[in-house]
């Protein structure tokens, strides 16, 4: 740690500080001070902690494993298991609800349908309000807490609200919820309903929703949980962690993610670089995002990088060119103007990795296709393994290599979609080549529809039949 970053922590009274990450500003500021942007640029704000104490540290591993089986309800959460990585004292008023802890699958069926010899699908829907935003919302909620906020606030498309509403209710906030109407999954919104937040329908996308939390960040009694929160990327990166852990500390060649808002992967990219630099790991997996193709501006942006870009570590231009409407089924990242594009850009860039996109049809089988393997996920999450699919297709992956893809959220998040795509009443609104928008269906390749069958035993074992 720079001897400034040092004076700024110890007059915060905490070893951490907040940083803005771009380079000609490089402001350091304290970590309660309740900010979520660089006041004098703009820029994005990430947290610095000091890992030089930890690295004399020789039973790290072992004593994050060993906590696994204490009954400490901070160890029994798979985010502040890893407590040393993360910005608060020991005495901060932990918001849990036993967060991470979650599973990393084998997918033999995605496997051979990538174009892999061997897959794994690291779950995190399988959170407590079935999504990855827990992680993240732990630590963000215990920000709060501890900046005496009464209310917190999001934007969502609906993931991030399930998420923030539940641990607003453990923590006894109230909660307001942002949400573009008509534009979510009936089963996200009655989550956060649920849980007893404020849910404000806005006539607008989630871009318009954004615009609006923006200003209402400086209400002193108001915390902003979008992941622009730095905070919210602290409990992410955990999930790092876990899935090393998980993996035996090899690590994986590939790690693909999906691209929304784009907070998952700049906190995964932020984990796995924090290992590097303690010496817990000697590499970095490439990280590639995957994004739906009406709803890319990150894939735009990067397509359009020269190579010489593309090498440069942490490159990354200024501005990123929004997508005004956004298209795609996948609500949970049906955005076009995502917050964390630069922190989750220098991932990639650094790792080496890839962003592309995939179609509404190649995400719809990826869905089907997971569901095969008895694991089922939202449509946000099947971008991974579409995308790994054009990813072997083009060379990028090689068929033998160690690839982990994350599943955002659960099946159960957007059950519709899944009985629409096996009824094969699944459509999606496309646009013509003068801008008009027009349906178009899905024709699933692993469509699995219901069959109307006559009460006998001879008709249902007729029906096994033909479906052998």
């Excluded at 407590?128 to 992680?135: G, L, R, V």
């Excluded at 290992?275 to 990280?287: A, F, N």
């Excluded at 008895?374 to 579409?386: M, Q």
Aim: aromatic share 6%.
């Amino acid at each position: 740690m720079s001897d400034a970053i040092a004076k700024t922590a110890q007059q915060a009274g905490t070893s951490a500080v907040q940083r803005c990450i771009v380079p000609a500003c490089a402001a350091l500021f304290a970590i309660r001070q309740p900010i979520y942007v660089c006041p004098r640029c703009g820029g994005p704000l990430e947290i610095e902690i000091p890992l030089e104490p930890l690295q004399a540290v020789a039973d790290l591993r072992e004593r994050w494993r060993a906590r696994a089986a204490s009954h400490d309800p901070r160890d029994r959460s798979g985010v502040w298991r890893y407590r040393e990585l993360l910005p608060f004292d020991d005495d901060a008023p932990v918001v849990t609800l036993f967060e991470g802890n979650t599973p990393l699958y084998d997918a033999p069926r995605a496997a051979k349908y990538a174009g892999l010899a061997a897959l794994r699908l690291k779950h995190q829907g399988c959170n407590p309000t079935a999504s990855f935003k827990d992680t993240g919302m732990t630590t963000a909620v215990t920000q709060a807490k501890l900046l005496g906020a009464r209310t917190v606030v999001c934007a969502s498309t609906g993931n991030t609200a399930a998420s923030l509403a539940a641990f607003a209710a453990r923590a006894e906030l109230q909660c307001a919820i942002l949400l573009p109407q008509g534009q979510i999954s009936p089963a996200k919104l009655a989550q956060s309903m649920d849980y007893g937040a404020v849910v404000c329908e806005i006539a607008g996308n989630f871009d318009d929703c954004m615009r609006l939390i923006s200003e209402l960040a400086d209400v002193p009694s108001i915390y902003i949980a979008n992941s622009v929160n730095p905070f919210r990327i602290e409990g992410q990166k955990t999930v790092a962690f876990e899935l090393l852990e998980q993996c035996g500390w090899r690590v994986p060649d590939h790690l693909v993610v999906p691209g929304g808002n784009m907070g998952n992967s700049a906190a995964l990219g932020k984990g796995f670089d924090e290992m590097r630099r303690l010496g817990l790991i000697d590499r970095l997996p490439k990280i590639s995002i995957v994004q739906a193709e009406g709803s890319a501006p990150l894939a735009h942006l990067f397509a359009g990088l020269k190579s010489s870009e593309i090498a440069a570590d942490a490159a990354f231009p200024d501005e990123i060119a929004p997508v005004a409407n956004p298209r795609t089924l996948a609500t949970a990242i049906k955005i076009g103007a995502p917050v964390s594009w630069k922190k989750a850009l220098r991932a990639v860039l650094r790792t080496r990795g890839s962003i592309i996109t995939v179609s509404e049809p190649e995400i719809a089988d990826a869905k089907a296709i997971i569901g095969r393997d008895g694991i089922g996920c939202e449509p946000a999450s099947a971008t991974t393994v579409a995308g790994i699919r054009k990813l072997v297709s083009a060379g990028k992956i090689r068929a033998d290599e160690s690839v982990v893809a994350v599943l955002t959220g659960h099946v159960l998040k957007d059950p519709d979609y899944a009985s629409h795509y096996h009824r094969g009443t699944l459509s999606f609104e496309s646009l013509t080549a003068e801008g008009a928008a027009k349906s178009v269906p899905i024709v699933g390749a692993f469509r699995n529809a219901p069959e109307k069958v006559a009460a006998s035993k001879a008709a249902i074992l007729k029906s096994l039949e033909s479906r052998r």
